[in-house]
């Protein structure tokens, strides 16, 4: 029997989640606009990344990476926004509540 000549299998392609161009699978960084793939993925796309750069004082600003990011699912970004939008709520409630506690003990003047 003849042995067939076998072509190697093409390599699998896929886009790239920030640009969308085309690249091989085994491609860490893309090659048209430089952004990490897979496991070299910017840290602020990350689950952790996430939690920091919200706590740290980004909070609802931090909705932008949470919803870019391709590591996490549909419904984790759901979940981490509900978390993100109550806690920047509580915030605010606070911080609005100290105001009104200075507002009081320096007898501020009405307006009017």
Request: charged share 15%.
């Amino acid at each position: 029997m003849p042995i067939k000549d076998e072509l190697p299998a093409a390599p699998a392609q896929r886009p790239c989640w920030a640009c969308g161009a085309v690249i091989d699978a085994p491609d860490n960084y893309c090659r048209v606009c430089g952004k990490g793939q897979g496991d070299r993925l910017p840290w602020q796309y990350k689950h952790w990344g996430i939690v920091v750069i919200t706590l740290l004082g980004l909070g609802p600003f931090s909705l932008f990476y949470l919803w870019r990011s391709p590591a996490i699912s549909r419904p984790a970004k759901i979940a981490y926004t509900a978390a993100i939008l109550l806690l920047t709520w509580f915030v605010l409630d606070q911080l609005h509540r100290l105001w009104d506690v200075f507002q009081n003990t320096l007898g501020a003047m009405p307006v009017y």
